[in-house]
């Protein structure tokens, strides 16, 4: 049986000691002989992890199994890359319950091995480990097909930057793996001796369950995935009524910051500070919510009647052609008026037209202008077909008759609804518009969204940076902040004139009365930290989602479209209507060119207001306008050894849908000839991927001002050694075959 010598390393978890990074994790193969790839040459089973943080502290355990995809037995090492400056408190690896021990090699000697594996490979997908150290321990052997458990333990300090502790895990080393995993699950369990505010990820979606005000749980859990994306979580810990932070980035000093402020109720105070509401569900009983539909919207209903609070006040509108309401005023929600109410909903019958201007009307007056927080749950299946119907006047006429601020929250059920009037009804009202595909349960999505509005803690919120300009923040109407809700803002803000340090502030009602609450903040300054460059990244998708809501609602312009163009290319934000830009065909170096196409894309964005389009053009753009995690980064297509395209996934997950069957079905869509490395997006134009930061060069006409560079040169090398650990990363995606246009340090380099 023939032996293959392999690495096998385990990029480790990154904690912080005070202001010294601390990096372990997880695992990649690299084999040493030259015919074998670094990349998809070994797979993961499974990736377990468990932090499990005490003020600050944290004990880190990895449970992970590797397994050789190859046909012969395999030696191994295992490689751990330390950042520079890193320090561990302890570490155990055991390997099949042997125990290994470590080696540190200092990062020059490491970078030796880095760059020799890289060099004899002829691959560079290590080249974003140079400059770390190395742990590295002795070789054991390896079966085909058996699977290699690994257990890493250890302790660190998490880094705390200003009021916000944040926990790193490096899950990005996985997309190498050959095949999608099994089971990749990283749990977080924090205590503090302070209560826990805010807790969030911008890289992945957390299910948070808070044990109590100063226990947090917060687990990411995927099956059959391949993580791309390193794992970043921020909390604070503070005893705050309202929990406020503030995060900022700019990239350097002559353009405009971006900041994100996290906004959260603390559940100590909850209970206390939960304030009674107006609560009117608007109820379509039209002939075409017959069987399953009006079955499913009653029980959504029922839902709702049955989670109101002792001190709330409620009615029903119920409405087809006619209108009318289950009472002849607001009543309070006791069990005596919710038993009558239940009663009522169950001898609704789906007979007749759809009245929505007259349903709206009947609900304000319901409001009227009441000082409590009153929200409208606004369901339809259809069009407006009897009474008014035209858009411009059930617009302006329910805004008019809106005295008292009323949220409107609205439901299309299936393809019929007017999406752009939902849209609008919802955006003018400061409320939301959701969508519920023709088989999609409608009690789950109304349930859904009743929950996060049942406990309103504050309301009309707005907030403010002393002595800071703030402009572009999304969204643009901050609404009200409920209990175990997390309100997230982002925006940039003009660094002309503005100090390093500042006072957030968040108004509102609290309690029933006006309230400010002050938190001192920093700004940080200029620079390249790549931890908080997901902020800028989140405020582009939220514009975008910004500017497509102009051109759906109000039509396109040539200012929106050019805007709409330069975020998408920069940050590689694709939907199905920006997906041209990492078509082959568009030389992305001709402004103009490109415009004609982004007007013909988006111009059919502006028609879509009904159909299977229009609901999935709606939630597209309800997508992009709430986001709060970076899409994740391209999926690996790798190439063979010798060079030729792999067969897999690869490429941009796109927000929204072209295929009907893939939306109602769920399955993601993916965009090819786009790479997301990062902060940095490539275009593939034949062999070689452009950077958008190169996208502006015409390769022929601008031939003077590109140097050229052989992969794996001296020059390369040296090329390597300048660069930041994120620039690494970039010409770390480039496979064999392919050539890399991108700029360095005002440099243009064409990497062949």
């Known amino acids: 049986m023939k032996k293959t010598r392999v690495i096998l390393i385990a990029a480790m978890l990154t904690m912080v000691l005070g202001s010294v990074e601390l990096a372990l994790g997880d695992g990649m193969i690299v084999p040493i002989r030259r015919d074998i790839r670094v990349r998809g040459s070994w797979a993961v089973k499974y990736h377990h992890v468990n932090v499990v943080v005490r003020d600050q502290v944290a004990a880190v355990s990895i449970d992970q199994a590797f397994v050789n995809t190859g046909k012969g037995m395999i030696e191994v090492e295992y490689l751990f890359p330390v950042p520079p400056g890193a320090a561990i408190d302890s570490m155990t690896l055991v390997v099949d319950g042997k125990e290994f021990a470590a080696k540190l090699l200092k990062a020059d000697e490491a970078r030796k091995i880095y760059e020799s594996i890289v060099r004899k490979k002829k691959d560079p997908a290590l080249l974003e480990y140079v400059g770390f150290g190395l742990y590295k321990t002795r070789a054991f052997p390896l079966m085909p097909g058996k699977p290699c458990k690994v257990i890493v333990t250890y302790k660190s300090v998490c880094k705390k930057d200003q009021d916000l502790v944040e926990v790193w895990y490096p899950l990005n080393t996985e997309k190498y793996s050959a095949r999608a995993i099994d089971s990749v699950r990283v749990n977080v369990d924090i205590k503090s001796k302070a209560d826990i505010g805010p807790v969030y990820s911008p890289t992945h979606s957390l299910n948070v369950n808070r044990k109590a005000p100063n226990h947090v749980t917060a687990v990411y859990e995927v099956k059959k995935a391949l993580p791309t994306t390193d794992f970043q979580l921020f909390y604070k810990s503070a005893n705050e009524k309202i929990g406020a932070s503030l995060v900022t980035h700019q990239g350097d000093g002559k353009t405009d910051g971006h900041f994100m402020m996290l906004v959260s109720p603390n559940p100590r105070n909850s209970n206390t500070a939960v304030v009674a509401k107006n609560v009117i569900a608007v109820f379509d009983h039209s002939g075409s919510m017959s069987d399953k539909k009006i079955a499913q919207a009653k029980e959504a209903l029922r839902f709702v009647l049955r989670n109101l609070n002792p001190k709330d006040k409620f009615n029903v509108v119920a409405y087809n052609d006619s209108v009318e309401t289950f009472f002849g005023t607001m009543v309070a929600a006791n069990k005596e008026k919710i038993t009558v109410a239940l009663d009522m909903v169950d001898r ?20 009227g202008d009441s000082k409590r927080p009153s929200y409208i749950i606004f369901l339809t299946d259809g069009q407006p077909t009897v009474g008014k119907v035209e858009e411009k006047d059930i617009l302006y006429e329910t805004k008019t008759a809106n005295k008292c601020g009323a949220r409107i929250f609205t439901f299309g059920v299936g393809y019929q609804p007017n999406v752009r009037l939902l849209d609008k009804l919802s955006l003018q009202n400061k409320g939301r518009s959701d ?7 409608i009690e789950t999505k109304v349930a859904s969204l009743y929950n996060k509005i049942k406990n309103p803690v504050m309301t009309g919120l707005k907030i403010k940076l002393q002595g800071v300009k703030l402009k572009d923040m999304y969204p643009r109407e901050l609404g009200d902040l409920f209990d175990g809700d997390q309100i997230v803002v982002v925006g940039r803000y003009d660094c002309q004139g503005a100090g390093r340090k500042s006072t957030l502030v968040v108004n509102g009602v609290y309690q029933g009365k006006p309230r400010a609450f002050e938190y001192n903040v920093d700004l940080r300054p200029p620079g390249k930290d790549m931890r908080y460059v997901f902020v800028e990244k989140i405020w582009a998708t939220r514009r975008v989602g910004y500017l497509m809501d102009q051109i759906q609602l ?47 894309s988006v111009g059919g964005l502006a028609r ?47 927000w929204g849908y072209k295929s009907k069957k893939n939306y109602e079905g769920e399955k993601l869509e993916y965009v090819k000839g786009l790479r997301n490395v990062g902060d940095t997006s490539l275009y593939r134009r034949g062999r070689v991927w452009i950077a958008s930061s190169a996208s502006k060069l015409d390769p022929a006409k601008d031939a003077d001002k590109i140097k050229r560079i052989k992969r794996f040169s001296d020059e390369y090398f040296k090329l390597i050694g300048q660069n930041t650990v994120a620039e690494n990363q970039v010409m770390a995606s480039q496979q064999a075959g392919e050539e890399m246009l991108l700029v360095l340090r005002g440099q243009a380099y064409q990497i062949e």
């Open 348 to 367: 609704l019958e789906a007979t007749g037209g759809t009245n929505i201007h007259e349903a709206l009307q009947v609900a304000l007056k319901q409001a």
């Open 608 to 654: 879509e207001t009904d159909g299977f389009g229009g609901q999935n053009a709606a939630k597209m753009r309800s997508g992009l306008n709430t986001a709060e995690q970076v899409a994740p980064a391209s999926t690996p297509d790798y190439a063979d050894s010798n060079g030729r395209p792999g067969k897999g996934s690869g490429g941009v997950r796109q």
């Open 435 to 441: 969508y519920v595909k023709p088989a999609e349960p």
């Open 554 to 600: 109000s039509g396109k312009s040539k200012e929106v479209i050019d805007e709409l163009i330069r975020l998408s290319k920069k940050y590689g934000i694709m939907t199905p209507y920006t997906s041209f830009l990492a078509d082959e065909t568009t030389r992305l170096h001709r402004p103009a060119e490109v415009r004609a196409k982004a007007a013909t």
